[in-house]
């Protein structure tokens, strides 16, 4: 292995080796096939030839340093990059073989199949019934007795219901910063997406929030697909089953968590989860 102590040069995107095997964890059923994605704000390339497939009903982190490409490819997934206009793309991303990426796909049905929980907690300035029902709303349902009965569902799912279950009128501002987290779990949840994209979810809670969305992100395999960003590398080895290790725009190693951390196959993972760079 690498011992320098310095930072790593770029390589050459290691997708033209083939079928590497630090790229190329066996999946068996993916519901999610990322192909030869690249991606350019205006002139500067953020994605290079990134390659990949997601499983289902598993968590997948995604790490590496700041501006290394991490929630710019997470927000491919839903194509919230869309809404950028100087944002271009070439490759392709396949949910259960369907290219999400054809003009022709429904972005609106994608979003709703597609959830998305952000790095800072950003419930409405609306109560928490109406939090959670939001979606539902927009779907042109108004049928009260379907309203309660998803709003119990998701906040239970969220673990977040014997908290709440006598505020709910209240506003949603007037909660914890774990708990208006685990309220854009359940909004999110409240539509039945098939994945949930997390970005960074808990950099700004403390350990004891975190712990309850971590907690909560691993009783949620058995109904959805994750995706999830973030910094803290402990927080990956703890709940994730696959991870990603991104620099500069390029996908470096992806496998199984366990012996990514432990048995890392390249050089520049390595250094970054050994703290020499990053």
């Not at 953020?46 to 598993?58: E, F, H, S, V, W």
């Not at 779907?139 to 906040?155: A, F, P, Y």
Request: proline content about 6%; glycine content about 6%; hydrophobic content about 35%.
């Amino acid at each position: 292995m690498n011992t320098a102590a310095s930072e790593p040069t770029r390589q050459e995107s290691p997708q033209a080796e083939g079928l590497d095997p630090a790229l190329n964890p066996p999946i068996d059923d993916p519901l999610l096939e990322i192909e030869h994605l690249s991606l350019w704000y205006g002139n500067a390339q953020a994605l290079r030839d990134i390659t990949m497939k997601i499983p289902r009903n598993q968590i997948t982190a995604y790490i590496g340093p700041s501006g290394c490409g991490k929630s710019t490819l997470l927000r491919c997934i839903n194509r919230l990059n869309d809404l950028i206009p100087i944002v271009r793309t070439e490759g392709d991303i396949r949910f259960e073989g369907e290219s999400i990426l054809d003009p022709r796909f429904d972005t609106n049905l994608l979003r709703k199949r597609v959830g998305m929980v952000f790095q800072k907690s950003n419930p409405f300035p609306k109560s928490i019934y109406e939090n959670v029902v939001y979606g539902l709303r927009l779907q042109g349902i108004t049928q009260k007795s379907m309203l309660d009965e998803v709003v119990e569902r998701s906040l239970r799912d969220a673990a977040l219901w014997d908290e709440v279950k006598d505020r709910l009128q209240e506003r949603a501002l007037g909660l914890s910063g774990g708990q208006q987290q685990r309220l854009c779990i359940a909004r999110a949840i409240a539509v039945e997406p098939e994945v949930i994209l997390y970005d960074e979810p808990c950099s700004a809670l403390d350990p004891i929030s975190t712990n309850k969305i971590e907690e909560l992100m691993l009783e949620l395999k058995k109904d959805y697909t994750q995706v999830i960003v973030t910094h803290n590398m402990q927080q990956a080895s703890r709940i994730s089953d696959l991870t990603a290790f991104m620099y500069l725009g390029d996908l470096i190693e992806y496998g199984k968590t366990d012996e990514l951390f432990v048995r890392p196959r390249k050089d520049q993972t390595e250094a970054y989860i050994t703290g020499r760079f990053g």
